[in-house]
Structure formats: C-alpha cells, structure tokens
C-alpha cells in the first residue's frame, strides 16, 4: 500500500504518547507516499460532557490542525500529507462538522456509537442484539447521505462482539454496500480490526468479516484499506497489509490506493 487515511494522534486519549511527527516518519519508513491523519473528532457538545479517552476536546482542534499542516509544509518534498477527522454522524452536530470541514482535507465516517455518545449510547464493539445491528446500518447510511465523508471507516465493525451472520448483518450489509455504489463511497478494510481479530481480541464473528465483503464485491463497491493506526509502527507495511491485499484480490473487488483529489 501506498497511502493511509486513517491515522490517529495522542489527542484522543487512546494512542500512545507519540508525536505527530513520529507517524510521519514511520510512514516514510514503511514506504507510504501519502498519510492522511484523521484523529477522533472532537465535538462542541452542548452540556459538560467529555470523552477524555475517546477525542480530543474542540478547544484542542486548531493545535491539531496547525500541527499537521506544519507536518505537512516542513515533509511537502517526501511525503504527501493530509488533515482530516474520523467522525460518528450525530444530527445535532453536523452543522459544526460541515464548517469545520471547510479548514480540513477530507472527513471519514466511523460509526461507533448511535446518534451521539452522551447519554450513555451502546458503542458498537459491544453490540449484541439484532436491534444494535439494525441502528448501526441505519446510522451509517444515514451518514453517508450526508455526502460529507471521503469513505466509510470499518463499515462491518458492528460485527465485532456479534454472535452470528444473521439476517439483520445480511440486510445490513446490502444496504450500506448498495448505498456506497449509488453515492460511489470506498468501503474501508480496516487493518486493526484484521489485526485484532487475528489475536483473538473480538469476541463475536469480528470484523472485518468475510460475509461482508463478499457482499460488497457483488454489489461492485470499491474498497480501500485503512491502518487506523493509533501507534507508528502500524503505518509500516506489515504482514497483515499484505494478507489483506492478497484477500481483497482473490475476492476480485476492486481495490482503490488513492482517494480521488487525494493523490500524490
Ligand atoms: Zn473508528
Ligand atoms: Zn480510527
């Protein structure tokens, strides 16, 4: 792989204590021509409400955003890089969202949680219920509508802790997969979720789930893989990129490197 959007920083509260620099050069060192960081986003919650642990507070955006542009300007000879967010869709804040857009790169949705994480929201690793899998699907699409996301981030990840394959993971699947084809929206393979997965870390089927993808092949959806790396060493190239990219072609789907407009 060539190019990463998927990178996050110390500021959500769940990487390790890297600079951001850190991630560019290991990104340099695993052979990657462009790094898109899209740390959590934050969001001007309407209450007291944080999520220390989860994204950064909204007073902590502009640093983020003139850190990676200094990143970008001082590397702009060795590498390509790009300032973005991985965002959940919550109504109430998209209004926010589509002005700060307007500083940004690109956006791409990750849905963890519902439609906010307030009031004590199911976060979707621990989805277990047919109903959980029915929101999630719903949510993300609705997203999508939006037309403000580059990608959708591990669209499966619902299937992390998820007992089985059913009919709702299946109605699921082909209504995100043929809303991605209709709006042309990549469906990200997400490295993390392989990785954790491939240690026994999900407890459900897990993601990324086969059943999915082979959902998305023959609906014609294009895929793109993802690090979602929270620690450098997961920009280089690694054994489960070139596991992933042997996947996704015998599958036969057609795999993007480069988001449009995003390139080297
Ligand atoms: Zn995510
Ligand atoms: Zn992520």
Same mark, same amino acid.
């Given at each position: 792989m060539i190019a990463n959007y998927h990178t996050h920083t110390f500021r959500c509260g769940h990487s390790g204590d890297y600079r951001d620099e850190d991630f560019v050069l290991a990104a340099m060192e695993g052979g990657l021509k462009i790094l898109g960081f899209s740390d959590h986003t934050p969001w001007p919650y309407a209450g007291d409400f944080r999520h220390p642990s989860v994204r950064m507070d909204v007073e902590v955006f502009p640093e983020y955003?003139?850190?990676v542009r200094k990143l970008q300007e001082r590397y702009k000879e060795k590498i390509k890089i790009y300032v973005g967010l991985e965002c959940e869709y919550f109504p109430d804040y998209m209004p926010w969202l589509e002005h700060s857009r307007e500083q940004l790169d690109y956006l791409i949705l990750g849905n963890h949680w519902g439609l906010s994480d307030e009031h004590g929201e199911l976060y979707y690793s621990k989805a277990t219920q047919p109903k959980d899998v029915d929101d999630y699907f719903r949510y993300t699409i609705e997203g999508m509508q939006?037309?403000?996301f580059?990608?959708?981030a591990h669209p499966d990840h619902v299937m992390s802790n998820y007992p089985k394959f &059913?009919?709702?993971?299946?109605?699921?699947?082909?209504a995100l997969c043929r809303k991605a084809k209709e709006l042309g929206i990549p469906l990200e393979y997400n490295l993390l979720g392989f990785e954790k997965k491939e240690q026994g870390k999900q407890k459900g089927i897990g993601f990324p789930y086969p059943g999915f993808w082979e959902i998305a092949k023959e609906i014609g959806c294009v895929a793109i893989i993802g690090c979602d790396a929270h620690h450098p060493y997961q920009l280089r190239n690694s054994e489960s990129a070139y596991k992933t990219e042997k996947f996704l072609n015998k599958l036969g789907i057609e795999l993007m &490197?480069?988001?449009?407009?995003?390139?080297m």
């Open positions: 955003l003139a850190s939006t037309k403000l580059a990608y959708v &059913d009919r709702h993971c299946i109605d699921g699947s082909y &490197d480069m988001l449009p407009n995003m390139e």
